[in-house]
């Protein structure tokens, strides 16, 4: 499995990005998405996961109300999940990685994901 995410870039404080995640490869038949980061210094953490049908999310407390994790729910493109990140903060700099796991359902626990992207760097400026 291949995960291939992009999107990523230098904003100020209060702007947007969306990041994008494309999964491929030797895919299982139904898996959860995730998005987690690392900031320099820090342990690699939870930001968002989604369902295999899209349906259902989950969140950290950090990124509610301002990240939406979203998946694309036709049947062909179902390995492309999306972060849209609002009203970013300094605090929100971090390298962040696109994960697949073999649950249907979504999750913030880092143990039920198998695969794992090489991240794409974000930087909020203050």
């Known amino acids: 499995v291949q995960l291939q995410a992009s999107g990523g870039g230098l904003v100020p404080t209060g702007g947007s990005l969306r990041l994008s995640c494309a999964a491929s490869?030797?895919?299982?038949?139904?898996?959860?998405m995730g998005w987690f980061r690392q900031a320099p210094g820090k342990e690699r953490e939870f930001v968002a996961g989604?369902?295999?049908?899209?349906?259902?999310?989950?969140?950290?407390d950090s990124a509610k109300g301002r990240f939406t994790i979203t998946r694309d729910t036709r049947d062909n493109a179902k390995n492309t999940v999306y972060l849209q990140m609002n009203s970013l903060k300094p605090e929100d700099t971090a390298v962040y990685y696109c994960?697949?796991?073999?649950?249907?359902?979504?999750?913030?626990?880092?143990?039920?994901?198998?695969?794992w992207g090489q991240g794409t760097q974000v930087t909020v400026s203050s």
């Open positions: 994960a697949v796991g073999t649950s249907n359902y979504e999750s913030g626990r880092a143990q039920d994901y198998d695969h």
């Open positions: 490869g030797r895919m299982f038949m139904r898996y959860t």
């Open positions: 989604v369902s295999w049908s899209g349906g259902r999310t989950i969140y950290a």
